[in-house]
């Protein structure tokens, strides 16, 4: 059975009045789309075909939130609805590694004659309000005490996840000595946690994790313990330095962070510290 996805791009995501329809929907990721451009409708934002990208939410919905949704959009099937529901293909990353097809999206179906465009394609934005997404955290920002140091206050959830086909490293200098990174490893898996918060608490982050200097965000490909997937941001590091051995204290961070929750998942790289 397909997966009913739904792309969101204006009242109904985060913040926005109409969001509480998607309260019970599993939030995969932030994401874009291509061959639209939007348009400010005065209360909302519509999109209609051309050369553009919107920015928006995925959620996992279920179909009877899916005919609740097209009754609030006012998609009847008719000639003359307010918007039509068609299928997309969303991005999650700019490297376009990561992608879903057959996204749901509501498109809209009247004349947009005389409205502004909204240009980065991105309504929370241009509307000032908050964005949320999904961090996965697999080293020492699985322990929740590290977070509040590093001034994170507010998370919604907190999802044990899987990350495969990695491994942790630790070659990365910081205060600690050597802290974690990931590698590539067909038969490795990494333990973490996807944290769905809002980007202003990523953007607190990115000092403690010397963002563009020590590390960068990156985009991955993520599972629950029921095999959901989520797309999520995490801090990769660029250096090509060799593998050392971590203090005995950052080491603890992690694994204290890890079994606050995941009780019997052990990292490729850190099963020798167990």
């Not at 061959?35 to 928006?56: A, E, Q, S, T």
């Not at 959901?228 to 005995?248: C, D, I, Q, R």
Request: include cysteine.
């Amino acid at each position: 059975m397909n997966i009913p996805y739904l792309f969101v791009y204006g009242s109904l995501r985060f913040g926005f009045e109409l969001n509480h329809f998607l309260r019970n929907s599993r939030f995969v990721g932030l994401g874009f789309t291509e061959g639209f451009r939007m348009y400010d409708l005065g209360n909302y934002p519509g999109v209609v075909k051309g050369d553009g990208i919107i920015h928006g939410e995925v959620y996992e919905v279920s179909e009877e939130t899916l005919r609740l949704l097209d009754q609030v959009e006012d998609f009847n099937g008719r000639p003359d609805d307010l918007y039509v529901r068609e299928k997309v293909r969303v991005y999650f990353d700019y490297k376009r590694r990561y992608s879903l097809n057959d996204v749901n999206i509501y498109v809209y179906n009247q004349t947009i004659e005389g409205r502004d465009t909204v240009e980065d394609g991105d309504y929370s934005k241009y509307a000032g309000m908050p964005v949320i997404l999904n961090y996965f955290a697999y080293a020492e920002n699985t322990n929740e005490e590290i977070l509040k140091q590093r001034g994170v206050t507010r998370i919604f959830k907190k999802i044990p996840a899987l990350l495969t086909g990695s491994r942790i490293v630790f070659n990365t200098p910081c205060r600690w000595g050597y802290c974690a990174n990931l590698r590539s490893d067909e038969g490795g898996k990494v333990c973490g946690y996807i944290y769905v918060m809002l980007e202003s608490e990523l953007n607190a982050l990115d000092k403690a994790e010397k963002h563009l200097i020590r590390y960068i965000r990156d985009v991955v490909k993520v599972e629950d313990e029921n095999k959901n997937v989520y797309f999520a941001y995490t801090y990769l590091s660029p250096s090509e330095e060799g593998e050392f051995e971590p203090s005995k204290e950052y080491v603890n961070y992690i694994l204290q962070g890890l079994r606050s929750s995941w009780k019997n998942c052990i990292s490729s790289g850190l099963e020798k510290f167990i």
